[in-house]
């Protein structure tokens, strides 16, 4: 199955600047190299991969740049490199940047690499405007459905998205694909693997070795503190961080705190979202909201993978959950919320060019009093509101979920 971030990237080919994928480990951003690279093939596009997991092909890169052009082959046309894992040489940022600089018109590269490669300061200050960057997040719902052989739920949720009067006789197993999906989240390996345990242990695999990855490749040194933090954060969607708060729980220094959030951010594990204010000084100085890139995940730090009805966070579990889906269709930058204090809220505050929006995130409809946020209609008028819920999940729910 192709994921959905594929036609942007075929579609990105072309471009003289180079391609950058992002993602947290186990993403499935290898795979999707190699399914771009069969489609050069298959298109009569000259195209050479470089694992850089190769020891022997990483010390010849090392070397120099230029060794790369020894590699391709011999063509009059422009030749897609892609380079998978490329944090592994020894700078990366210049590699890519003479690259560029000399040869963008006889060759396209197009690279992976984990978190190490984005944590540089160098990635951002000497690739400036030679790049364009795509995050491959973990699957969204089309393509858990998908991945999971369900394409007749999926066709049967667009049915009822296109209809407002239409009703299903698949609720049920609608019903049990989204819980699924929130429970165990949407890392590719989680989606396929069809029993539960193994689907837990895969996420405690992930959490344990891969995310350790991450910790060793930020150069951390209190690897407990990190969990530890990671954790509080889990425990909290949709909360402010205080940062004073956080260093004195975990006793570290604030700039310990600040660097931990940093790197959480960096590996995509988690997102800090704004508040939004009239005023763009207090947007930019006031405290931001987290949350988990993926509910799986998420749940195994919580040790808590129960249904959500018998659980004390659903609340909170159906807010991150909600944000995940947000995040497919809005960059993080554009997602804010806003709260007064008073203590009155809205969830999230969608920043668009046509026409923001908000949304007020409830575990039940019935809990929904509209009254509520006559302070919010009033200061603005001009931006609508509208309320999501998870019970009762029926067929408005599929209609009112954002789907990419």
């Known amino acids: 199955m192709q994921r959905?971030?594929?036609?942007?990237?075929?579609?990105?080919?072309?471009s003289?600047?180079?391609?950058?994928?992002?993602?947290?480990?186990?993403?499935?951003?290898?795979?999707?190299?190699?399914?771009?690279?069969?489609?050069?093939?298959k298109?009569?596009?000259?195209?050479?991969?470089?694992?850089?997991?190769?020891?022997?092909?990483?010390?010849?890169?090392?070397?120099?740049?230029?060794?790369?052009?020894?590699?391709?082959?011999?063509?009059?046309?422009?030749?897609?490199?892609?380079?998978?894992?490329?944090?592994?040489?020894?700078?990366?940022?210049?590699?890519?940047?003479l690259l560029h600089d000399e040869y963008s018109a006889a060759v396209k590269i197009v690279a992976t690499g984990s978190s190490a490669f984005y944590l540089d300061e160098k990635f951002n200050d000497s690739l400036a405007g030679r790049k364009r960057i795509f995050r491959l997040l973990?699957?969204?719902?089309?393509?858990?459905?998908?991945?999971?052989?369900?394409e007749e739920l999926l066709q049967e949720v667009l049915r009822i998205r296109a209809y407002p009067d239409a009703k299903t006789q698949q609720g049920e197993l609608l019903q049990?694909?989204?819980?699924?999906?929130?429970?165990?989240?949407?890392?590719?390996?989680?989606?396929?693997?069809?029993?539960?345990?193994?689907?837990?242990?895969?996420?405690?695999?992930l959490r344990d070795s891969f995310v350790k990855r991450d910790v060793l490749?930020?150069?951390?040194?209190?690897?407990?503190?990190?969990?530890?933090?990671?954790?509080?954060?889990?425990?909290?969607?949709?909360?402010?961080?205080?940062?004073?708060?956080?260093?004195a729980t975990v006793r570290i220094s604030n700039e310990t705190v600040i660097n931990y959030l940093y790197i959480?951010?960096?590996?995509?594990?988690?997102?800090?979202?704004k508040p939004f204010f009239k005023n763009l000084r207090k947007e930019l100085t006031k405290m931001s909201k987290v949350y988990l890139m993926d509910t799986g995940l998420r749940n195994c730090l919580l040790h808590n993978f129960q249904s959500p009805e018998v659980r004390v966070d659903k609340g909170e579990l159906w807010e991150n959950m909600y944000f995940r889906l947000l995040a497919e269709k809005y960059d993080t930058d554009d997602i804010l919320f806003w709260r007064t204090a008073a203590g009155n809220e809205v969830d999230f505050i969608l920043r668009s060019p046509a026409q923001p929006h908000a949304v007020e995130v409830k575990y039940d409809r019935e809990t929904i009093r509209e009254s509520k946020y006559k302070i919010f209609r009033t200061?603005?008028?001009?931006?609508?509101?509208?309320?999501?819920?998870?019970?009762?999940?029926?067929?408005?729910?599929?209609?009112?979920?954002p789907l990419v």
């Open 4 to 14: 959905d971030l594929f036609d942007a990237l075929k579609a990105h080919l072309p």
């Open 16 to 41: 003289k600047d180079f391609t950058i994928l992002t993602g947290a480990r186990q993403t499935g951003k290898s795979t999707l190299l190699h399914q771009l690279e069969s489609y050069c093939k």
């Open 43 to 97: 298109a009569g596009k000259p195209s050479v991969f470089l694992n850089l997991e190769n020891k022997n092909l990483l010390k010849t890169l090392n070397e120099s740049p230029l060794n790369t052009l020894k590699l391709l082959p011999e063509t009059t046309r422009r030749i897609v490199i892609f380079i998978d894992e490329i944090q592994y040489l020894d700078d990366p940022s210049n590699f890519l940047k």
């Open 138 to 150: 973990t699957c969204s719902f089309s393509e858990h459905l998908r991945l999971r052989g369900k």
């Open 176 to 205: 049990h694909e989204w819980l699924q999906y929130m429970l165990y989240g949407g890392y590719p390996a989680v989606v396929t693997e069809p029993d539960v345990n193994e689907k837990i242990a895969y996420l405690t695999d």
């Open 217 to 247: 490749e930020a150069g951390v040194q209190n690897e407990t503190a990190f969990y530890t933090l990671f954790r509080l954060l889990a425990n909290r969607p949709g909360q402010l961080v205080n940062i004073n708060e956080l260093a």
């Open 264 to 273: 959480l951010q960096k590996c995509f594990h988690i997102a800090l979202i």
């Open 379 to 401: 200061a603005y008028p001009e931006i609508p509101l509208d309320f999501v819920w998870l019970q009762p999940l029926d067929e408005d729910f599929f209609r009112k979920i």
